[in-house]
């Protein structure tokens, strides 16, 4: 199960790959969070990806890239993954295709409408400590401010303010886009609806899953 997750920010791909990768028992790869992680540990990583990071822009396909490639190399994606976040242009796309030696299974491309972006990550919290996402309406903790898992501190991502949202959405639609041709094109996308409550949205994706592993077994 070599899986993409790919749409805008604020379509639930981190949310929804958090459950999954529990489920199928293969890791979830944040490129997103492993910049986030980078940057408050101050690598040369990090201090690179931040100034990208904070003004809403991609950080460039060359680190990108090489960061990815690193981690696909774990032991642990040996099963498979769930990429999140990655490939998010055409150069990336490429490059995963020329130089990663797993082959895809599926990529699930969450389609989003602005409206719902804009509400789900206007409200969202983060956690310091294990990186679990909330919602202030929709996923709330049980006690404001702490994580329900691990006590750590909830916080609200430097880059959900409305403006970096929106440019977001500008670098995802010129960026990002694209890669929905690109992958149908393959034959490997599959499309779900993004604006789906999370429930609603989670028995959908099982039901890719029940698919994609009952074509694995055939
Ligand atoms: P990244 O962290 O990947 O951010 P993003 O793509 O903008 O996506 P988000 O994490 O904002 O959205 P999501 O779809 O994961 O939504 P979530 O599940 O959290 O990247 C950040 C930055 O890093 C980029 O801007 C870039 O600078 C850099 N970067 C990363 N990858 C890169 C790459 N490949 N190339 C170059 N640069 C890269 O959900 C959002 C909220 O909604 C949460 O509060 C959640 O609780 C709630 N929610 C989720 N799903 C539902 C639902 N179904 N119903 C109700 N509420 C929901
Ligand atoms: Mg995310």
Redesign the pocket.
Known sequence: MNII?L????????????DFSKELGIPHI???????EAVKNETPIGLK?KE??D???????E??VDV?LDRLKRDDCQKGYIL??????LP?AEMLGQKSDSELTAVIY?E?CKD?IL???T????CRGCGK????K??PPKVAGVCDECAGELYQ?A??KVDT?EH?LT??NQETKTLIDYYKNKDILIQVN?????????EELEGVFTKLKSNASC
């Open positions: 997750f749409g805008p920010p604020g379509a639930g791909k981190g949310t929804h790959a958090a944040s490129t997103g969070e492993i910049f986030r990806a990208f990071m003004r809403g822009e991609l950080v460039p396909d680190v990108v990815v999140d976040g990655f490939p998010r242009s990336q969450f989003t719902v509400m789900r990550l409200g969202r919290w983060m996402g909330y919602h202030i929709n996923l991502r880059d959900d949202i977001r670098v995802y993004g604006d789906f409550e999370k429930q609603e949205g989670h």
